[in-house]
């Protein structure tokens, strides 16, 4: 048998129950995992909730790093025994072991272990399609990036001004602020009540070309208003709920902007893709331009109280739940 946090209702953190599931068998083209860490994204919270949809019962969790224990018929380049790691589901990452399609895997180089793994595949990868290819971040450039603090924003810092970047984090707290700053942002903002008018101080009046929002329905106005001419507005979370429709002409008004609201799913759907993306990640990662901060860790069985942490916004960097 295998352990996995399972849910057969959405809600709070307390639908979230710690079953006896059969061991899968791995079908053709897949692999089965005994997972070494589980990694604690947002997306665990909007599937909880039902912000996003899913047939239930359901075994949460979209990222997790393990070893390879089988493998099923046609999987030619994976064996027992490797490590690997996946991030962006499909669901099911909350479990001591669990079956998964071989070529969403990512094998590990040997610089990086499990724990590491679980904390930056989902998160890091996010970061790259980010900064690299939703807009590909200059040197020179200011960028806005929001919940700086957080799993993607302290990777978001630090590869943002490794690229050469100057990064403006906003942030909640005092604390969150110094840890943002410790980790690349050059400038912090708490709060985003006069976001606008400290961009401006900041930028001299210029603006940026792209603001990074991971909040959603709190922020996505302000955000807005930080962007110069042209600017592009990436909505890529939805942390204080999802951003209500709006009239469009805001866009020209505010100066011919563009709004995107990208998914890691879409960026990474091709495996050249997500091969590339991992690839840029472990080197950043290895050559130390990024450090991956593990700031919290939970036995799995206790996820309940991980999701309770970080939508009562108590966590920084990443979170592993140890299975
Ligand atoms: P974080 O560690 O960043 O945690 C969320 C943070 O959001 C909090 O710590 C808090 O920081 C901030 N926040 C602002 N308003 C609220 C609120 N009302 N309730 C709770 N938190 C709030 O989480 P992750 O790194 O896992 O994810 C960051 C965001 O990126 C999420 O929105 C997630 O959905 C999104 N994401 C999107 C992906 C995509 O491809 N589209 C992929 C991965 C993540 P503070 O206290 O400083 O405000």
């Not at 902007?257 to 472990?282: G, H, I, N, Q």
Request: contains cysteine; neutral net charge.
């Amino acid at each position: 048998m295998t352990k996995a946090i399972r849910i057969h209702a959405t809600g709070g953190p307390d639908v979230m129950q710690w079953e006896d599931v059969p061991t899968p068998e791995p079908g053709p083209g897949e692999v089965l995992l005994r997972h070494g860490a589980v990694g604690l994204n947002y997306i665990d919270v909007y599937f909880r909730t039902g912000l996003y949809k899913t047939a239930l019962p359901a075994t949460l969790g979209m990222e997790a790093a393990g070893t390879v224990l089988a493998v099923g018929d046609g999987v030619s380049d994976l064996a027992p025994g490797d490590r690997v790691a996946y991030a962006g589901g499909p669901l099911g990452g909350y479990a001591t072991e669990r079956t998964i399609a071989a070529d969403r895997l990512v094998k590990l180089p040997d610089g990086i272990d499990l724990t590491t793994a679980a904390a930056m595949m989902l998160q890091g990868l996010t970061a790259q399609y980010l900064l690299r290819r939703t807009h590909r971040v200059q040197p020179g450039e200011t960028v806005v990036v929001h919940a700086a603090a957080g799993g993607v924003g302290l990777i978001m810092c630090q590869w943002a001004k490794h690229l050469g970047a100057t990064v403006i984090g906003v942030v909640s707290t005092e604390a969150k602020a110094e840890l943002a700053r410790a980790h690349g942002a050059a400038h912090v903002v708490i709060g985003h009540a006069d976001l606008p008018a400290e961009v401006k101080r900041i930028t001299g009046g210029a603006m940026v070309p792209v603001v990074y929002d991971s909040v959603g329905r709190d922020t996505f106005m302000p955000s807005l208003d930080c962007l110069a001419p042209l600017g592009l507005m990436v909505s890529f979370g939805n942390a204080s709920g999802p951003v209500p429709p709006f009239d469009l002409g805001i866009l020209s008004a505010k100066g011919s902007l563009f709004v995107t609201r990208p998914t890691l799913a879409t960026y990474t759907a091709r495996r050249a893709d997500l091969l590339a993306a991992a690839k840029d990640l472990f080197d950043v990662v290895l050559a130390g331009a990024v450090s991956i901060r593990v700031n919290q860790t939970f036995p799995l069985k206790d996820a309940a109280a991980a999701h309770a942490a970080l939508e009562a916004r108590q966590t920084t960097g990443s979170t592993v739940l140890v299975p």
